[in-house]
């Protein structure tokens, strides 16, 4: 069997910020109710987080839980183990009405690192991206340009982002074309 | 003649000569210069022509307002029209063009409509060139618009980049002058987050120039120290270049930043615009200086007072040698005692006042200038340059009582709060009859989601014109605005600054009071678009009351400067000639931008490749390496035939299509909509939302289903796989994708709330390969690890498994009438899939084909297509899809709607297929005649085509069309009208031209 491919092979580039597509991700949608103890104990059990907070994730290495609406969450592990995150939250969660299913593929996700990384987001994104209304840990579904996307800060100057796998050179398209030299506006305190 | 003082210009560096062109000719100036400043240290006073009558026009004003001094700027992929030469800063290179003349500016032949004014007055246009009609088209259109018009636009591709940057402030402040400056110091202190933008490059407005101290030393100083402190702010952004557009509903603002206007050569983004949420705006923009209407105060020469002061002041920069100041009001002595402290003359101060002794017009007599009081100017003498002015009195009819020569005029009738950015999210102004001019009205200001003011003006754009009101009320709106955020406002009093007192002005909207039609007619109002006080007065008399309609008619206001110096001399004439107060006439509207910007920056990004998202599927990248046109499907591409050699795309659909009908064809279905609908109230749900029973589906089996909107109208179609008890996967057509997902979710989530089903959209998880054909079985029993066999996975049914190690959910589902199987992998999989499928495939006679060959066989099999049988107003009855729309079921979406009376009309248009007689392929959406004409004289019709192919199967074309009373009339004869007028003749027969019963599929 050939191993799966990622939309743009682990590109990058660098300009007033590093760009690079994270090659094969783990994800996974979970809907269901927040509040049930079982929807919680499964997303935590596969992910090895707590469970995040509204607008909110929490993430360590390749694993993390990411808050999306009321009612759904993202479950990230490594690529490999998705399948069989999906069946153990399944099967956790067999009596409780939900949903659980592998969007590993339908995604590629981006590092965007840098000090001005956060400037260069806020070309794209209408989000507030000032040090003290988003920082690690926050999470956001917003759009860049013209397409949704979603992203968070793994630690200083380092931003996580995923868009739907068909975009995704447009958006490594509109992320170098943010992190061109020259463009850079100095906007938001430097290391914050 | 203007020319460049020996000392001075705050702004200048003399240490940086800047060379530059205008129409060709080499010029220098400074560094620090705007290239009005230079122009004027040439000797440039003439700088264009205006919109109607071509009359030479000067610079007016120093700033945004300016009119007349609208240039051509750069070349080839850096031109850009109507750049005002104010606001241009200077740099070595700068290439400017004047514009709306020919062939000269000195020497311009449409000058002469200036000659026939008397019969182009307002409405001209209106009257004169309605009758005959075919006239305007054809001579009087192309005649005037060759002889109006200003800049040229540019012909090349735009050179430069631009962006978007999105910002959150606590505290928006639009103006770095000194109330804005203070309104920051306020807001900064008690800790809000504050931008400042100021759309100069130098902070603290024109304070320095009118010799204001704050704090016992010269404004420049405090500027610098607030500049600094605020820099020092960790919580305060300072941003020059950047204009305060415009202000919309909820905090949100344009800020429109001029990054490389002043050096071009630089690697950075041209323009940029800011979007700006701010949860408090203040509009700290400061006043603009209205002209007087005079005879003559269009003459080159002839400026704004406080323009010439800055020209002096700031850019070292005489307008003229001998300047004659006009004025109704104090503040334009600054003028004066400016021109005659920097050794220039001023031959007399003309006031329209009977008296002027406050401590401005003192000064100015103790510096010995003549001030004459109760005058006006009469006339201003000179043709591309003043020469000298006729005095007389201003209660009078214009009698000359004195002539002088001068080469300047400095004109002064008061200030006008510039209200726009308060104005554009409904912020209502009142009169202010002291100071005759509109001020904004903070009883009614615009208001926020919560009913809450959300901006504030303060400074001059407030009215609050003197130094210390102004400083005062900055410092007033940066505590207000903190305490509506909840802070705390800062302890400690501002600075106080100190300018001298100044008596009132008085209104003076014509100079002088009883100028006769002769004078009326030389009285300019809007330089840019050629309006006179003569006109303003003719469509008051005419009847235009109303002053949006006054505007339009006259075209007052309606040029680039949208009538910054116009609107309220405008306003000030028609209230006089209707004999109504100017505040019971109104404003026209304010509405952003304040002054243009430009399109790049609109567009940011979005240009080029980025123009918009083209989606890739995951075997995008084969299809483009191996030679396949493209169509666009929503964002994506998909291959439409792959022409092999020199094939025609035609040839290529041919063969794909036998192909595909002989051997075995592959398709990339990727961009097909899957939607997994899962819970216990799954089954319920799709039955509401499709027209057929879905929740009779066993779990394994696929069925067809229907998607009507509210209305009854087919929106959607596609085939549901049936996954567990609780989980179905719906498939959508490409374009229905997110539509339909969204459409399930509104439902869900608006209506019946109370379901328990959730929805997840997988469209892009997988790749969706169709393999199709006699040997389609074959292939896939090569690549191995499943049973496709009849037995194992038989017609509209699906399996999971492994296909040549490759995770695979396969369907048994055709859409071409063959045997067909669609194949779902993960995407990361899709090329390494197709790839084995066209490798092992060649044993068999694989092909791939593209979407036209699809439709070809879709039609062939009578299967109706989204968007082509469909058009938003046919309903499943229509297309023969009745049998998929349920009968027993209670109710879905749609039901109602298809039991009204014009849906069940037997009359409605109805499915059938078309074969011509002559073998050839109808035009697509031809119609069908009937007999009679209409109402309007045109054909009666009896339906239309709504696909039309070649079909290679048959070997003639055939099409599927809606006839009325189709069905019922297989085996006539009807007519198709084609565009060139013919008629094409085609027999109806059954819409399924092959296989009628489905034998090929099922095997």
Redesign the interface.
């Known amino acids: 069997m050939s191993d799966p491919v990622s939309a743009l092979n682990g590109a990058a580039y660098d300009g007033v910020v590093r760009v690079e597509e994270l090659g094969l991700r783990g994800m996974i949608t979970l809907r269901g109710d927040h509040a049930s103890v079982a929807v919680k104990n499964a997303a935590t059990g596969v992910a090895g987080v707590d469970f995040p907070d509204a607008l909110a994730c929490d993430t360590v290495g390749e694993r993390g839980l990411a808050w999306m609406s009321p009612d759904e969450l993202l479950v990230l592990v490594p690529y490999a183990e998705a399948d069989r995150a999906v069946a153990a939250m399944q099967a956790e969660l067999a009596g409780t009405h939900s949903l659980v299913v592998n969007v590993s593929d339908a995604r590629a996700m981006f590092r965007i690192s840098g000090p001005a990384a956060r400037e260069v987001l806020a070309k794209l994104c209408p989000v507030d991206l000032s040090p003290g209304a988003f920082g690690p840990g926050d999470f956001r579904r917003t759009r860049a340009a013209q397409v949704p996307v979603a992203f968070w800060m793994q630690a200083d100057d380092a931003f996580a982002l995923i868009c739907f796998r068909s975009v995704a050179g447009y958006v490594f398209d509109l992320l170098k074309t943010a992190a061109r030299p020259g463009g850079e506006i100095g906007y938001f305190p430097a290391g914050a | 003649m203007s020319t460049r003082l020996q000392t001075g210009g705050r702004l200048l560096d003399r240490g940086r000569r800047e060379s530059f062109t205008f129409n060709g000719r080499r010029l220098t100036g400074y560094a620090g210069d705007t290239l009005a400043s230079a122009l004027l240290a040439n000797d440039r006073m003439l700088v264009g022509r205006s919109f109607k009558y071509h009359r030479p026009r000067g610079l007016v004003a120093s700033g945004a307002e300016e009119p007349n001094a609208l240039v051509g700027l750069g070349r080839g992929g850096r031109f850009e029209p109507n750049q005002r030469a104010t606001t241009t800063e200077l740099f070595g290179g700068l290439q400017a063009e004047s514009q709306n003349h020919w062939p000269s500016l000195e020497f311009d032949i449409g000058a002469v409509n200036g000659r026939l004014a008397r019969v182009l007055p307002a409405g001209f246009y209106y009257k004169t060139f309605i009758h005959p009609r075919p006239l305007w088209k054809h001579v009087y259109e192309p005649f005037i618009r060759k002889s109006a018009g200003l800049g040229k636009p540019p012909q090349d591709r735009d050179a430069d980049?631009y962006?978007?940057?999105?910002?959150?402030a606590d505290v928006l402040i639009i103006g770095g002058g000194i109330a804005g400056l203070q309104a920051a110091l306020a807001a900064g202190r008690a800790g809000a987050?504050v931008l400042v933008i100021e759309q100069t490059a130098h902070w603290g407005g024109r304070a320095p120039v009118d010799g204001v101290r704050i704090g016992g030393a010269p404004a420049e100083e405090w500027i610098a120290r607030a500049v600094a402190r605020l820099e020092a702010m960790?919580n305060v952004?300072l941003h020059r270049r950047t204009m305060g557009a415009g202000v919309y509903d909820h905090g949100y603002a344009l800020g429109y930043e001029r990054v490389t206007d002043h050096a071009p050569e630089?690697?950075?983004?041209r323009h940029?615009l800011w979007?700006i949420?701010a949860r408090q705006i203040i509009s700290a923009t400061g006043a603009i200086e209205r002209p007087l209407s005079f005879a003559g105060n269009d003459v080159p020469g002839v400026m704004l007072a406080s323009a010439i002061r800055d020209y002096v002041v700031n850019w070292a920069v005489s307008p003229g040698d001998r300047t004659v100041v006009v004025t109704n009001n104090d503040d334009a002595y600054r003028t004066a005692i400016c021109l005659k402290q920097a050794g220039l003359e001023v031959p007399v101060i003309v006031d329209a006042r009977p008296r002027a002794e406050g401590a401005l017009p003192e000064a100015a007599r103790a510096l010995g200038i003549r001030v004459e009081t109760g005058r006006g100017i009469a006339m201003v003498m000179g043709g591309k340059r003043v020469t000298g002015v006729a005095l007389c009195a201003q209660a009078g009819e214009g009698a000359v009582l004195e002539q002088l020569p001068c080469d300047a005029v400095a004109m002064s009738g008061g200030w006008s709060p510039v209200v726009h950015l308060w104005s554009h999210c409904g912020g209502k102004l009142l009169w202010d009859d002291a100071q005759a001019m509109f001020r904004p009205d903070v009883a009614r200001a615009p208001t926020s989601h919560d009913g809450a003011p959300f901006v504030s003006a303060a400074g001059a754009a407030n009215g609050a014109l003197r130094a210390a009101e102004t400083l005062a009320d900055g410092d007033a709106a940066g505590r207000a605005a903190v305490r509506a955020l909840g802070l705390r406002a800062p302890g400690g009093a501002a600075d106080r600054a100190e300018a001298p007192d100044e008596a009132p002005l008085l209104p003076v909207w014509m100079m002088p009071q009883g100028a006769g039609e002769a004078l009326r007619m030389k009285m300019w109002l809007d330089y840019q678009n050629d309006v006179k006080v003569s006109d303003l007065q003719l469509a008051a008399r005419e009847g235009y009351e109303s002053v949006e309609h006054a505007k339009r008619y006259t075209t007052l206001g309606m040029a680039t400067d949208q009538g910054k110096l116009s609107n309220i001399n405008g306003l000030g004439v028609l209230s006089d000639a209707m004999g109504e107060d100017v505040p019971r006439l109104g404003t026209t509207t304010f509405r952003p931008p304040y002054t243009p910007i430009s399109m790049g920056a609109i567009a940011?990004?979005?240009r080029g490749?980025?123009f918009?998202?083209?989606?890739?599927?995951?075997i995008q990248r084969w299809h483009e390496d191996n030679g396949a046109t493209f169509e666009p499907v929503g964002q994506?591409r998909r291959p439409y035939c792959y022409p092999r050699g020199d094939e025609t795309r035609a040839e290529a659909v041919t063969r794909e299509v036998r192909n595909t009908r002989q051997a075995i064809g592959l398709l990339d279905a990727s961009t097909l909509g899957k939607i997994?609908v899962?819970?216990?109230d799954a089954g319920r749900f799709l039955d509401l939302l499709y027209t057929n029973m879905m929740s009779s589906l066993t779990p394994g089996r696929c069925r067809y289903g229907l998607m009507c909107s509210e209305n009854g109208f087919l929106m959607d179609d596609g085939v549901v796989a049936r996954i567990d008890d609780q989980t179905f996967l719906c498939h959508t057509t490409t374009g229905g994708a997110d539509r339909i997902h969204a459409h399930m979710e509104e439902w869900l989530q608006t209506e019946w709330w109370d379901m328990?089903v959730?929805?997840?959209n997988?469209?892009?998880?997988?790749a969706q390969i169709a393999v199709v054909g006699p040997n389609a079985r074959a292939l896939l029993e090569t690549l191995g690890g499943m049973d496709v066999s009849r037995e194992a996975l038989p017609f509209m049914g699906w399996a999971d498994g492994?296909i040549?190690?490759?995770p695979a959910r396969v369907f048994r589902i055709s859409f071409s009438g063959e045997l067909s199987y669609e194949v779902a992998v993960?995407?990361?999989?899709g090329?390494?899939f197709w790839e084995?499928c066209v490798a092992a495939g060649q044993a068999f006679g694989l092909m791939p084909y593209g979407t036209e060959a699809l439709h070809v066989m879709r039609a062939e099999k009578g299967f109706i297509m989204i968007g082509d049988e469909t058009d938003g107003t046919v309903i499943p009855q229509d297309l023969g899809l009745g049998w998929a729309v349920s009968k027993k079921k209670a109710d879905f979406i749609g039901k109602r709607a298809q039991e009204r009376a014009h849906m069940t009309d037997p009359e409605r248009w109805k499915l059938v297929g078309l074969e011509t007689i002559d073998g050839s392929v109808l035009p697509d959406g031809a119609y069908a005649v009937a007999e009679g004409r209409n109402a309007n004289g045109q054909r009666n019709v009896q339906g239309h085509v709504t696909s039309a192919y070649f079909s290679p199967t048959l070997g003639r074309g055939i099409a599927l069309g809606l006839v009325r009373n189709g069905p019922d009339r297989m085996g006539e004869v009807i007519s198709f009208a084609t565009i060139d007028g013919g008629l094409i003749g085609a027999r109806i027969v059954d819409p399924v031209f092959y296989d009628k019963d489905g034998e090929k599929q099922d095997v």
């Open positions: 980049r962006e978007h940057f999105h910002v959150f987050r960790e952004t630089t690697d950075a983004p940029r979007k949420r940011g990004e979005a490749g980025l918009q998202p083209l989606r890739r599927g995951p994506w997994l899962k819970g216990p328990q959730h929805t997840a997988l469209t892009e998880q997988f492994r040549g190690g490759i993960p995407a990361g999989h090329l390494a084995a």
